[in-house]
């Protein structure tokens, strides 16, 4: 450790003269050495850092580090504004930094989340020395998981990540203010605090007041509703086969961005390139065995990996690879390594989705039952009212939103208590099930008012009665005809479980999910500018010329 060397703050010139700076890492020699380069905007130092890249242990390795503050972050430039400038930053950042003393000129990036996206920016905008990305935790399309879900705001991730990076812009802001930096961190802190007590329910939902307040930079929605170009600077599909390179994407069944992990994956196969998938038990910020309730075993660790390794080390064997003597090595195909709850056993496969899974239908019947027989005669719908101004309450999920809101599967015993939550469950399962690929709601549905949502989640009953969450997902419904019923279809992401002999599958159906989901009022008026809100009455058919169903991708034991 003593032969490492560091250099904090080391400055890039972008090309309109804007200075970002990055701290180095060399290890100890001459070199020289391939680079590890990772962009972002929670600070070069931060402890998220080390989470997904130890430069330390990464510079033993034989790797030279450059963690950069993205621009109009901590020790960088320029204005903040996120997304914006990513794509030409990434291109002239990976530039400079295989021009660095000690250089192997060749360049591989890594990191998760924003980070992750700063990675595919970079890649698109086709640097040379760019040989390989490792996008960890990242979206897609940003319209699927980052800014909406199903055409819902997602104001849980939302509102938070936008106050927390202003702490950085009001210090810029009020830098020889020492009054009015006090009074803006304190109301923001104020703000921050008080989400889960009723912040969350501030309207309207689509221009969100705390933002104004503030004047804070919001995560996108709100901008990209206002400029729909201007999405394109964090969009990544539809371009996957712009991208010529090797990828190594990690993703978890109950992170906020599990199914963008997963067409990412997709995309980059079909368009014929190297691609590795690891798809662990985990949540955006939990990638250890104990997620929500469960305990998934110690080999879900990702200090293990089913006696594995380290997922780091992993990644680190794969940049050796990749990127290792400067020429653009031909790697390995890439694997696919998934773990299957319920079982909790680390899978290696070849493909994603996989061809062998069956899309199984089982239908919402009356009594509360969920068979996998379609309805022969006439069963009367389910009815539920849906008041915006009581929804119900987030429990767990594939989220990231305030403290008090815990990601994972929980126990869904409340939710499943109220009025406006339809339930309908198996009979105990006589054999292993196994659900593994993408979960979809089949909803013939009505309302009375013209627009509102509907949710749908699927869940895991234990053998003592215990429901908890395994996937879920949204849909809005912008123009519904009043007490008229239409089909939807909610798209629950993607899942890997096992359904274990006397166990049951459960499905919930309900329109909210407060506060991962912004509440839809019904009354039809666009998100930006709704402030009142009505009662709806709903109603769920399951006859034989509207049979709802929750279809799901079995796949046989081998």
Not at 161 to 181: F, K, N
Not at 297 to 312: H, I, P
Not at 465 to 474: E, F, L, M, Q, W
């Amino acid at each position: 450790m003593a032969e490492i060397q560091i250099e904090f703050d080391v400055p890039a010139e972008m090309r309109d003269g804007t200075v970002l700076r990055a701290d180095v890492y060399r290890p100890g020699g001459t070199g020289p050495w391939p680079v590890l380069l990772t962009r972002l905007p929670y600070g070069k130092q931060s402890p998220m850092v080390a989470l997904i890249l130890d430069p330390v242990a990464a510079a033993k390795r034989g790797f030279m580090v450059v963690i950069q503050d993205t621009r109009g972050r901590f020790a960088s430039e320029g204005e903040w504004e996120p997304w914006t400038y990513e794509e030409n930053d990434g291109y002239d950042t990976v530039r400079w930094a295989a021009a660095l003393p000690g250089s192997n000129g060749s360049v591989g990036m890594i990191g998760g989340s924003y980070f992750g996206n700063t990675q595919w920016m970079a890649a698109l905008s086709k640097p040379p020395e760019l040989k390989a990305i490792a996008p960890l935790i990242t979206w897609s399309d940003p319209d699927d998981g980052l800014w909406a879900r199903g055409g819902a705001i997602e104001l849980g991730i939302t509102v938070p990540w936008s106050l927390m990076q202003g702490a950085d812009t009001l210090m810029r802001r009020h830098r020889t203010d020492l009054e009015g930096l006090v009074s803006g961190v304190t109301g923001l802190v104020q703000n921050l605090d008080g989400l889960a007590s009723g912040g969350y329910g501030e309207l309207p939902a689509g221009r969100f007041p705390a933002f104004a307040r503030h004047d804070l930079p919001e995560l996108g929605y709100e901008r990209s509703r206002r400029e729909p170009e201007w999405a394109r600077s964090c969009r990544v599909a539809g371009r996957h086969d712009e991208v010529d390179l090797p990828t190594f994407q990690v993703g978890g069944w109950y992170d906020i961005f599990t199914q963008g992990t997963l067409d990412n994956f997709a995309a980059m196969r079909r368009a014929g390139r190297s691609a590795t998938l690891v798809m662990g038990p985990w949540t955006h910020t939990n990638w250890r065995n104990v997620v929500g309730d469960v305990n998934f075993g110690f080999a879900a660790n990702s200090d293990f990996m089913g006696m594995r390794g380290r997922l780091t080390d992993m990644q680190f064997d794969w940049f050796q690879r990749t990127i290792g003597d400067g020429e653009a090595l031909e790697p390995d195909t890439g694997q696919v390594l998934l773990f299957v709850m319920g079982i909790n056993q680390w899978r290696e496969e070849t493909e994603w989705p996989l061809s062998r899974a069956v899309d199984t239908d089982f239908h919402l019947r009356a009594d509360g039952r969920l068979t996998l027989e379609r309805p022969s005669t006439a069963e009367q719908p389910e009815e539920f009212t849906y008041d915006p101004m009581d929804p119900v309450p987030t429990t767990g999920g594939a989220l990231l939103m305030a403290d008090e809101f815990r990601p994972g599967p929980l126990d869904q015993a409340v939710v499943e208590a109220r009025d406006d939550v339809l339930v309908f469950t198996t009979e105990p399962l006589a054999e292993d099930t196994e659900v593994t690929g993408r979960v979809r709601a089949v909803l013939f549905a009505s309302t009375d008012g013209p627009s509102t949502d509907w949710v749908a989640r699927l869940c895991d009953v234990d053998e003592h009665g215990v429901s908890r969450n395994v996937a879920d997902g949204i849909v809005r419904v912008r123009a519904a005809t009043p007490g008229e019923a239409a089909e939807h279809v909610v798209d629950l992401w993607s899942t890997s479980i096992v359904f274990r002999a006397g166990h049951r599958i459960r499905v919930q159906v309900t329109s909210s999910n407060f506060p991962r989901w912004d509440r839809n009022l019904n009354t039809g008026e666009p998100e930006e500018t709704a402030t009142t809100a009505r009662v709806a009455r709903q109603q769920i058919f399951h006859d034989p010329d509207r049979p709802s169903c929750i279809v799901l991708p079995v796949v046989a034991a081998r």
